[in-house]
Structures are given as C-alpha cells and as structure tokens.
C-alpha cells in the first residue's frame, strides 16, 4: 500500500506546552499581508509561506500552535525517502480540525506543508513537508503552504535523515518555529515584522491535568490581529 503520513506519536515527545486550539472557518481573503512561517532546525532554515486564503482554518491553527511555541523543541520524528518530512506532537492535546481542500493545491511537487492525520477531519497538529510529488495524498491531506526559501534544507534532509522505513538516519530537530507577516506579493525575505507575542484571546485551565490555555481563535483575521 502507498504511504500516507499518519499521525503516530513521534518517539520523543517535544517540550512546548500542553493546549487545545479551535478555529472556526472565517476567510480573510481581501488582507494587504502574507503570513510565513520559518522553521529553524539543527539542519538549516526552512521558509515557506502559509496560503491563509485556501486554508483558512488550518493555517490558524498551525500559527496559533506556533505562536504558543507548542512545536519548538520538536522532532521531525518520521521521515521517508522521496516521500515526505513529517513533524509535530503527538500528544492528544490539541483539538481536530475540518480538512479544507482547494482546486487549486495538488500534492504535485516537492515543498509543499501538508497537514498530517488519521483519517477524515482529524488533523491537530502533525504536519509533513513533500520531497517530490504525492499525488494519492490529493484530497485527503490538507495543503496549507509552500516553501520558498530553503529547499535545499529539505533536499539535504531527505538525502541524509531519510529511510525507507520513517525511522530517520539521523535527528532533526525542529528548534523554533517563527511567523512573519509580510506586504502582499512581496517575497518578504528578511523585510517581515516577526510576530513573536502570543496572547490568547480566551484562557482557561485545561481539563485532565493538562497545562496550558484552551485558544478560541475566531478566524485567520484575528490571528493576524494578534
């Protein structure tokens, strides 16, 4: 059977808090800004830039989490050759969102920021990056960016981290993971103002024992107001 990225629990769990976030589906299609997201790893800096208007929800998500700092400190736990890079928590402490599929994203080459589940709607807060093309993902996997900058980072991690297993050859440590906003259109290299704050719009102790806030981000407007 063709591989899919599933959400199996990485084997070393990440140090970013425990929380749950929701967000409804709001589109902020007429916004003058791009968001970006920078993936610092022990391998090199990833760019990409996160496609707001096509995956609203999921893109809200993935910001919220990062801006809680819930991926830094992280694993890319499964890593499969010419496949894909896959990272985040596993925990079950993060809330599912809907899957959001566009006409327009295809799983059709290498870069793309895909949202990693176990079957419909159940994408939290696992997410891969394509090495090539994965076209069987198309409709089933919810594309939320692409990178930009960077690719040979995820070149070099596929030639010397990946295996035909999952079980990478060597660790790659995702330390921090910073979002931008940028003027609209622009490529916004190194011109972007980093949005390192994150204060939640509504907190509340989480049930279970869990630490941390329950974040209600109304859509992907409000996250850029944050």
Not at 52 to 62: G, L, R, S
Not at 70 to 89: A, E, K, P, S
Not at 195 to 215: A, D, K, N, Q, W
């Amino acid at each position: 059977p063709t591989a899919t990225p599933g959400t199996t629990p990485p084997p070393t769990p990440g140090s970013g808090p425990a929380l749950k976030a929701y967000c409804p589906a709001v589109s902020d299609v007429g916004s003058t800004t791009d968001l970006f997201a920078v993936f610092t790893t022990n391998m090199g800096t990833i760019r990409a830039r996160l496609f707001d208007e096509q995956a609203p929800d999921t893109v809200a998500n993935f910001v919220t989490l990062a801006r809680a700092g819930y991926l830094d400190d992280t694993v890319f736990h499964r890593i499969i050759t010419d496949f894909m890079m896959q990272g985040g928590q596993g925990t079950g402490d993060v809330d599912d969102i809907k899957d959001e599929f566009h006409h327009g994203l295809r799983h059709d080459r290498g870069g793309l920021l895909s949202m990693a589940n176990a079957g419909p709607h159940t994408g939290s807060s696992q997410f891969f990056i394509t090495f090539k093309a994965t076209p069987w993902l198309n409709d089933r996997h919810s594309i939320f960016g692409e990178v930009v900058d960077g690719m040979s980072v995820v070149e070099k991690v596929n030639a010397d981290a990946a295996s035909s297993s999952g079980t990478p050859k060597t660790e790659v440590r995702l330390e921090s993971v910073t979002i931008e906003e940028t003027p609209s259109g622009s490529s916004g290299a190194g011109t972007g103002t980093k949005i390192t704050s994150f204060v939640p719009r509504h907190g509340v102790p989480l049930e279970g024992g869990y630490t941390g806030f329950l974040m209600v981000t109304e859509s992907i407007a409000q996250v850029r107001q944050q």
